[in-house]
């Protein structure tokens, strides 16, 4: 089955699955502790099980890694998915619109397709690696704002060490934190924000590897703090950090965080 076709059916289940968890305390009970080492809640894990039950059926991959199963095998065509099944949870149990799934294909090492929903509104954003990046199927690129004082960026940072982000953010005109990752991402991608800064170093490939497909496939540059390239470790356990720009701004946002 291809891709797309594959996870347009899986946010349909994950939809149904949890739809009466959000907005209730019940989805934000904590059930154990997920394979990323973070406590993992009802909702999660509802949303999870369901995704793999579909690839038990569908096998459309060989491994599946999400952030509370670790890493699943499954006798299925060759390639990795990186998953998560609730990205902002909190959102989510909180009962505000702003959640997501989160796919992403991933092959020899190279991310090739991603795929995140915002499961409340169903805006879908999808791309192919060298093809596109889409909105509900409509062609999207990031914004042409080049000025920081012009620009508006999600930005997060340690609270016991809120240096780095002062710099940034007494140049940029707004802050916007949504608490989504992958939609955020994608926000980048479609020019609704100029930037995402996330410097807590707790972003993992399941959080990111769609987005950040996204953004880059519409125009979009992601990096480290220090401009680097970013490399994911494959398991959940360890995360990173990311600047993710419109491109116009990016040299910009990494000086001011050096």
Known sequence: MDFFSACNQISGLVENHIEDLVGTHTGGETIGMGADLTPTKKIDKVAEDCVIEYLKEYP???LLVS???G???FDGDDGTIFLDPVD???NAVAGIPFYA???AFSEGGTTKKGFVRNLSSRE????EKGRFARCDNKPISVSDVSRLDESAMSVYGRKFDPTRVMQIGQKIRRWRLFGASALELCYVGCGRIDGFIDIRGTLRVTDAAAGIL???EAGGQVSDPEGNRVSFPDDVKSGRCVV???GHLHHKVIEYLR
């Open 244 to 246: 993710a720009t419109n």
């Open 60 to 62: 459309i991959c060989s």
């Open 101 to 103: 799934l989160s796919l």
């Open 124 to 127: 879908t954003f999808t791309a």
């Open 214 to 216: 996204i953004c880059t």
């Open 67 to 69: 952030e509370e199963a």
């Open 88 to 90: 902002g949870t909190f």
């Open 71 to 73: 890493e699943v095998a």
